[in-house]
Nanobody, 114 residues
Framework: EVQLVESGGGLVEPGGSLRLSCATSGFSFDFHTMYWVRQAPGKELEWVADISDVGSAYYGDSVKGRFIISRDNAKSILYLQLNKVKTEDTAMYYC????????RGQGTQVTVSS
């Protein structure tokens, strides 16, 4: 059974940083491209970033230059470093097996507010 468990969310001030983690099990993590997606209140699910099995990373325009996706294949953990956060980054963040979030975890809430 595929399991994706996100953690690390919370309340952060604008301009601050936060690191999200996603512990995975039930599949060969090191062979899969992995994704972060997010959903803000009242909005559709949005692709944030993805990273290939060999570490090639891609970012959505809204987070490029501020967020960093990484992975630890030995531990089967996916990370997302959020830097210089903005109020519009407030959302539920999910790690996912696909870009559209069809297979994703329960999410971790990030709230950016002063």
């Amino acid at each position: 059974e595929v399991q994706l468990v996100e953690s690390g969310g919370g309340l952060v001030e604008p301009g601050g940083s936060l690191r999200l983690s996603c512990a995975t099990s039930g599949f060969s993590f090191d062979f899969h491209t992995m994704y972060w997606v997010r959903q803000a209140p009242g909005k559709e699910l949005e692709w944030v970033a993805d990273i290939s099995d060999v570490g090639s990373a891609y970012y959505g325009d809204s987070v490029k230059g501020r967020f960093i996706i990484s992975r630890d294949n030995a531990k089967s953990i996916l990370y997302l470093q959020l830097n210089k956060v903005k109020t519009e980054d407030t959302a539920m963040y999910y790690c996912a097996r696909d870009r559209y979030g069809n297979v994703r975890g329960q999410g971790t809430q990030v709230t950016v507010s002063s």
